[in-house]
């Protein structure tokens, strides 16, 4: 395999000049490429290839998560703290001009013209409205797949649980502030988790996948021993969006099992608001709403 395969593997499933590129990969599926001699060669192979087809407009952006900071409890330091999500992340991130997004789990790393743009002066969630996946969906992005299954051609399905407020998840207040140029911020981060009663559920982005795919919403093209996907994220996420409204377990293999009384499904609120109490739905019509909401 050669660097001209790749390039004509990225435009047959439509990337190309200015784009920003959202890219999940496992490059050791596809093989060898000619030429590429050692790991770093082999991971700059791909991502020359991946820049001649962007162009000095374009920008790629890759997953440079680090859930071993909470899996381990260590500090989160941005200019050094690997990425466990594989070699060309890694590579990426330590390339010359790259951006990391500043979140002590969930940073992304930007490479090119919007590296910026994207994931510099970044809000404390992962996944609110100024995270690095939020100004992916602004920037008019392409989710790329190469080496991997063709599901992760959704995108940012973690993006979409937390738009869509689903209710087998949280936002959780994370103890660990990151370190950015051998300084401890003193900022708080959160990140939209599911609740711990849940984490047995495996999650199953298949449906999900199916349905985008019978849409026409993901295009593939072969490559080596795999084959590379691609997607329009913002077609990707809305498409969620609106399945999620009559299936919020879309991503799940299963249904939750939530109990009745218990959060996130707990029930009648007049206790917590403290204006009634349980037997107090007779008094309604003489309650002084006005004032309570003011």
């Known amino acids: ?17 200015g784009q920003v590129v959202f890219a999940y990969t496992d490059l050791r ?23 001649d ?16 900071v909470a899996r381990f409890d260590i500090d989160f ?11 060309f992340p890694e590579h990426v991130r330590t390339r010359p001009g790259a951006v990391r997004s ?32 939020a100004r992916l969906l602004e920037a008019g992005a392409r989710t790329l797949v190469i080496g991997l299954d063709r599901y992760y051609a959704i995108g940012g399905v973690h993006h979409l649980e937390a738009a869509c407020q689903l209710p087998y998840c949280y936002n959780k207040l994370l103890k660990w502030q990151p370190i950015v140029g051998g300084q401890r911020l003193t900022r708080r981060y959160f990140a939209t988790v599911r609740y711990p009663e849940f984490m047995g559920i495996p999650y199953d982005f298949h449906r999900f996948a199916d349905a985008l795919d019978a849409a026409g919403g993901i295009l593939r093209a072969p490559l080596g021993r795999s084959e590379v996907f691609a997607a329009d994220y913002r077609h990707a996420f809305e498409t969620g969006m609106r399945r999620l ?4 377990w879309l991503l799940l293999a299963e249904p939750p ?27 309604l019509s003489s309650m002084n709403w006005l004032g309570y909401y003011l």
């Open 1 to 17: 395999m050669t660097a001209d395969d790749i390039r004509a593997a990225l435009a047959a499933v439509g990337i190309g000049r």
């Open 29 to 51: 599926t596809v093989g060898m490429v000619e030429g590429a001699g050692d790991r770093d060669a082999f991971c700059d192979a791909y991502l020359g290839a991946i820049m």
């Open 53 to 68: 087809v962007l162009g000095p407009s374009g920008t790629l952006v890759v997953p440079t998560y680090t859930t071993q």
């Open 77 to 87: 330091v941005l200019e050094e703290t690997p990425t466990p999500m594989g070699l």
């Open 102 to 133: 500043v979140h002590p789990l969930l940073s992304l790393t930007a490479y090119g013209a919007n590296a910026a743009r994207i994931c510099s002066d970044n809000g404390t969630s992962a996944y609110g409205p100024e995270s690095p996946f």
């Open 245 to 248: 409204r009559d299936d919020p």
């Open 257 to 283: 099992p939530f109990v009745y009384g218990r959060v996130p499904f707990d029930g009648p609120t007049a206790t917590h608001d403290q204006v009634a109490g349980p037997g107090d739905a007779d008094r």
